[in-house]
């Protein structure tokens, strides 16, 4: 049997009481484990042992070069279970001068943001796949500006996405 989900993600942060409070009070992570220079959070709805580590590297630190002139990880995705929930985050991350953007790919629905240390990250919804339109998956690579108030009207705000996509069919909310 091949890999079929990612389990964690690890990152050097300058600050890890800043990065905790940064990923606990804006998106809502909590600590399952730390000790000085660590912390290991989970995502909220996860029954996953942790789903991100942070390791502190220092005050001094010097930002990442990734994607300006040297490789490297752009940004990990956090799903969401609703377009409400996606609204709660963007309202969040704007709150807390994180938001950098917002795009409409289609068949997601996302939101960019940085964390303290300019690490990117995405807030994704997924179109359930019963709900899947030629107009939604268009092909094109392009994202387009994300209009949530249309989103909200044409899906729902408290429809479950990426049901037969990311979830498979049949499986109940945490």
Known sequence: MGIHRLNHAVLYVRDVDKSVAFYSGVLGFR??????GAAFLQAPGST????????????TAAASPAGRGAVGMYHLAWEVETLDDLEEHLHRLAAANALVGMSDHGTTKSLYAKDPDGLEFE????????????????????????DLAKEKARY???TRGGVGISIPVGVSAP
């Open 31 to 36: 600590t399952k484990t730390a000790f000085p």
């Open 48 to 59: 996953n042992d942790h789903d991100l580590g942070l390791f502190e590297v220092g005050s």
């Open 123 to 146: 807030v994704v919804w997924l179109i359930p796949a019963h709900l899947l339109t030629d107009d939604a998956a268009d092909n094109d690579p392009r994202p387009k500006p994300l």
């Open 156 to 158: 729902g705000g408290g």
